[in-house]
């Protein structure tokens, strides 16, 4: 049986780490690694394949910019990086539900819109 090698590959913490202290090469990294997993956490939300493509970019910048709120001692980077995700989505459902709303001032007198 051929021993186990070991990987190359830096661990998630190490990535974590390194993008803490300004090294944005261990983030496309992350992205690489991980952006199947938001995407499925998104499109478990919203289910529509054209707005969890929007939302990508902007769920692994916010998470980055935020990643000194990580800590490895309450969880898995994996399990913080999905609740991220998907409090992003509900955040962009509340979002399109707002905007959705007719402000009474804009209503016509005579009852149409």
């Known amino acids: 049986m051929k021993p186990l ?3 190359s590959e830096p661990t998630d913490d190490e990535l974590i780490d390194r993008l803490k202290a300004g090294d944005r090469t261990a983030g496309d990294v992350i992205v690489k690694r991980h952006h199947r997993l ?3 956490a998104v499109y ?10 929007d939302l990508m970019q902007d769920i692994f910048v916010k998470a980055f910019r935020k990643i000194h709120l990580f800590n490895r001692e309450l969880g898995k ?4 990086l999905v609740t991220v995700s998907r409090h992003e989505a509900i955040n962009h459902l509340r979002r ?3 905007s959705r709303h007719v402000s009474l001032d804009d209503a016509d007198p005579e009852g149409g819109f």
């Open 5 to 7: 090698e070991a990987s």
């Open 38 to 40: 938001v995407a499925q």
């Open 44 to 53: 478990h939300v919203i289910q529509d394949l054209a707005t969890v493509e």
């Open 77 to 80: 980077f994996t399990v913080w």
């Open 96 to 98: 399109g539900k707002r």
